[in-house]
């Protein structure tokens, strides 16, 4: 992109009108609101403006009308024209999309049968439970309607979205998603959560194929055992990140692990360390790892049945193992290749132990779409809600921490969202619709119901029996009656 800024304006060159709507609209966004700002004067600004956005292919009587109503904010007038571009959103599919409380019993029905996987894991023939075709895209495209909803301007400007973040909506389903670092200050927030959306929608899909994989290399985290277009490579490919297959025994940059190790070496009068780093060289930190770690070996080798070669094969013998020969590696395709490892880089160190923690690896491959679906399908319809999902269901963390996230998320919304909570809170909000109707002669308050019908009929919230569906008329008019009693 070669542009050149004279005092009031710029030019592109070489480029689509198509392509700088689509990768680049934000590169006029920052500029627009460079040479105006609301209150400031500048002889005919609107129209250069209009000139301007209609060059990157915005309709001219849409853009004329919308700049008019804004005062000439450019800002402002292409979050408008962004907010509502469909060329932005997903890809859709021809499906019957069915009612929500109907897609919420699925999540939930799929989501009690895959908790039965871990019984099962160390057990031939037992193929991971999957949904229908059918089934699985109506989750899709609930992952489409929330991934339309993120790309949204008010997102890109909280999450510090960069210029062709706004076309990521754009990867179709089953499609490679551009590998991202997990928790690092690379890219935007927002690419990072919305790489996260897309790459949960693909394991709808492909999830249970990659687990079928990594059962059968019985989850070994060395890519290199794992043959060309399976298992992590697959997950990479279609995620953008992978699960963790190994686990921390030591975390030498955790602060709070080193006021630990310190108090306890106070406590005997033993030596402290300075920094993480000393305690990453020291002879203790070896000797700490491998006691944490015998025991995990021993408990996987158990749980599979291996034998000593199975053991030594899949790198999780024991016996033979001391401090001071601990491995040192430096890089993520070195994982897996012993059976206790030290990693080290600038911005890490810690000791890892080649078992995974299962219910982890299953809940960020089986489970973790569908909590996502779920929890999103429960905070749609409340603005305050939906952006709490965003901001706190969705995690730009590793596969394993997603789904740590999502399943502490939906535990908080199952705790508020009963029908009762949710009719309290409505009769709150509006105290002066119902304060006035208390001074009516209202037998049977049939005119409380119909306003309360108004505000609540087809919401979503969990009944007494634990269900998540629409409320209901004949819930509201027994919660009138009999407020105290749960619906």
Known sequence: IIFSLCSSSFFFVGLPSEWMMRHHHRVLLHQGSRFHRPGMAAPSAELMHLEQIVEMGFDRDRC??????????VEQTIALLTDSNPDLDPPQFAVHMRPVPEVLEILE?????????????????????????????QIVQVFNEMIAGFNRSRYHRKYDAELTDVTLAKIEVNSEIPSYFANAKYGSVFSRKMLSMLGLRNLVLAGPQIFEDLKRT??????????RGTGLEVMRMLTGNTVDLDSVVLRCDDPTMLDT???MNRAQGLPTFSSGDELASSSQAREVALHTAVPLLQGFAKDFMLDRRQRAERQVEWEGLVPHRIPCVGGCTERGRW??????????????????????????LLRAPYAAAHAYLLCRDDPTDLEAFYEDGINDSCFNAKWKVLEEFNA????????????????????????????????????EIAEMCRLCVGKLARDATGQVRAITRDDIARWVERPDLPV
């Open 339 to 364: 059976p206790v490892w030290q990693y080290r880089n600038v911005h890490a160190s810690s000791f890892h132990v080649n078992v995974p923690v299962l219910p982890d690896v299953v809940g960020a």
């Open 261 to 263: 190790i310190n108090n």
């Open 218 to 227: 019985l989850f070994c985290s060395d890519p290199s055992r794992y043959p």
């Open 64 to 73: 004329q009308w919308i700049l008019g109503h804004t005062g000439g904010d």
């Open 412 to 447: 908080q919304l199952a705790k508020r969202g009963t029908i009762n909570k949710l009719l309290e809170k409505a009769q709150q909000d509006h105290q002066r619709i119902f304060m006035a109707l208390m001074d009516q002669d209202d037998e049977g308050c049939t005119q």
């Open 109 to 137: 029905c799929h989501q009690k049968t895959i908790k039965e996987v871990l019984d099962t894991l160390a057990l031939p023939g037992h193929a991971v439970p999957s949904l229908n075709e059918d089934d699985k895209l």
